[in-house]
C-alpha cells in the first residue's frame, strides 16, 4: 500500500519561499517516478514538476521554471518541492503524486497514488 504524505503549506507574502516536502510511506520510494500537481480555486488540477525513480531528471511547467525546484531523498524517502519568488498566482492546493514508472509525466491520470494536498497561500 502505498501512502503518500505532504507537509510544508502555509500563509507567505509575494517574493518569500517555502519548501514542501511528500514523504512516500508504505514502499521503497526509488521505485518511484513522483510529480507534484496544484489546483486552485475553480481552475483544473494542473501539473508544476515532476521528478523520476533517481533523481537524475527533473521537468517543471514553465509557469514555475526558475522559480521551483523539485529534488529527492531515496533514504528518507521524501521528495520535496523547493518554491522561491513565490507569487499570489501560486496560491493553490499542492499534491504529490506517485506511479511506478521510470519516466516523468505531467499527466495526473498516470499517477494511481495521491496524497492528500497542502494549501500555499500567497498573499500581496
Known amino acids: 500500500q502505498v501512502e503518500l504524505k505532504e507537509s510544508g503549506g502555509g500563509l507567505v507574502q509575494v517574493g518569500d519561499s517555502l519548501k514542501l516536502s511528500c514523504v512516500v510511506i508504505?514502499?521503497?520510494?526509488?521505485?518511484?517516478?513522483v510529480a507534484w500537481f496544484r489546483q486552485s480555486a475553480g481552475k483544473e488540477r494542473e501539473f508544476v514538476s515532476g521528478i523520476n525513480r533517481s533523481g537524475a531528471n527533473t521537468f517543471h511547467a514553465n509557469s514555475v521554471k526558475g522559480r521551483f525546484t523539485i529534488s529527492r531523498d531515496n533514504v528518507k524517502n521524501i521528495v520535496y518541492l523547493q518554491m522561491d519568488d513565490l507569487k499570489s498566482e501560486d496560491t493553490a492546493a499542492y499534491s504529490c503524486?506517485?506511479?511506478?514508472?521510470?519516466?516523468?509525466?505531467?499527466?495526473?491520470?498516470?499517477?494511481?497514488?495521491w496524497g492528500q494536498g497542502t494549501q500555499v497561500t500567497v498573499s500581496s
Open positions: 503524486a506517485a506511479a511506478d514508472f521510470e519516466g516523468i509525466s505531467t499527466e495526473d491520470f498516470d499517477f494511481p497514488y
Open positions: 508504505g514502499v521503497t520510494a526509488h521505485r518511484y517516478g
